[in-house]
C-alpha cells in the first residue's frame, strides 16, 4: 500500500474527528454555520476515504460517484457556513438565499449523478487519484464544478478575508489560507502531481478547522449597523 493511500486515510480519519468536535459545537450552541461546517467535514471524509480506497484498489463506478459528488459539494457547504457566520447580525436574506441555492444544486446534483447508470470507467483501470471528471459526462463536468466548488471556493476566501479585514480576527486568514491551500491542491494535481493531493487536502483541511474554531469561539457583538460577531 502506498503512502499516499495511507495519507489519504489519515486525512478521511481526521476529518471525521473535526466533524464529530463540530457536531458537539452545534448540539451545544446551535448556529446553522456549525452545521454546515459539521455536514462539509463529513462530506471531506468521504472524498479522502474514496481517495484511499483507489489508490489501492482502483475505482468503481460507485465509488468514483460517491467521491465525485462528496469533492464537489463541500466546498459549498463551507462556503454555506462562512456565509451564514458572515451574515449574523445583518440582513438575513443573503444567508437562506445563498443555503436555498446549495441544497437545491447539491440535490440536482445527485439526482444527475444517479440517473446516469454505471460509468465507463476504463480510464481507471487500476489505482490512482482522479481528477477533473474524467468519467463524468461532458454536461456534469461543465457545470456542477462552476456551480459548486467553483462559487463556493471565492466565496470561501473572499468572505474570510472580508472578515478578517472587517474585525482583525485571525480565524478569517486561517480560513482563508486554508482553502488556498486546497485550491492549490487540486490544480497540481491536474496538472501532473496527483501525489501532492491528499497531504495538501490533510493540511488545507486541518488550517480551515482551526479557523472554524476560533471563529465559532470569538465573541459576538451586537451593532446597530449589523458589524461585529
Not at 459528488?69 to 463541500?74: G, K, N, P
Not at 478575508?161 to 472587517?166: G, H, I, P, Q, R
Not at 491536474?190 to 478547522?209: D, F, R
Request: proline share 4%; glycine share 12%.
Amino acid at each position: 500500500m502506498s503512502i499516499t493511500a495511507w495519507v489519504a486515510w489519515a486525512a478521511a480519519v481526521v476529518s471525521l474527528g473535526l466533524a464529530g468536535s463540530m457536531i458537539k459545537r452545534w448540539a451545544k450552541r446551535g448556529g446553522a454555520h456549525h452545521f454546515w461546517w459539521a455536514a462539509s467535514f463529513l462530506l471531506y471524509t468521504v472524498a479522502a476515504f474514496g481517495e484511499g480506497y483507489a489508490l489501492v484498489w482502483g475505482w468503481t463506478s460507485a465509488i468514483y460517484k460517491i467521491y465525485y459528488y462528496a469533492a464537489l459539494v463541500l466546498v459549498a457547504t463551507m462556503a454555506a457556513g462562512e456565509v451564514d457566520l458572515l451574515g449574523r447580525g445583518r440582513r438575513g436574506w443573503a444567508r437562506w438565499t445563498f443555503t436555498a441555492y446549495v441544497v437545491v444544486v447539491s440535490l440536482v446534483f445527485l439526482v444527475h449523478l444517479i440517473s446516469l447508470g454505471p460509468l465507463d470507467m476504463t480510464r481507471f483501470r487500476g489505482a490512482g487519484t482522479a481528477i477533473g471528471g474524467e468519467a463524468m459526462p461532458g454536461l456534469v463536468r461543465a457545470w456542477y464544478p462552476l456551480l459548486l466548488s467553483m462559487v463556493g471556493g471565492v466565496i470561501l476566501i473572499v468572505g474570510p478575508l472580508w472578515s478578517w479585514w472587517e474585525t482583525r480576527q485571525p480565524s478569517g486568514l486561517l480560513i482563508a489560507f486554508g482553502a488556498i491551500i486546497l485550491s492549490a491542491a487540486g490544480s497540481a494535481a491536474k496538472t501532473g502531481y496527483p501525489a501532492l493531493l491528499p497531504i495538501s487536502e490533510l493540511v488545507g483541511i486541518l488550517i480551515i478547522w482551526l479557523g472554524v474554531m476560533r471563529a465559532g469561539s470569538a465573541p459576538r457583538t451586537e451593532q446597530p449597523d449589523g458589524k461585529g460577531e
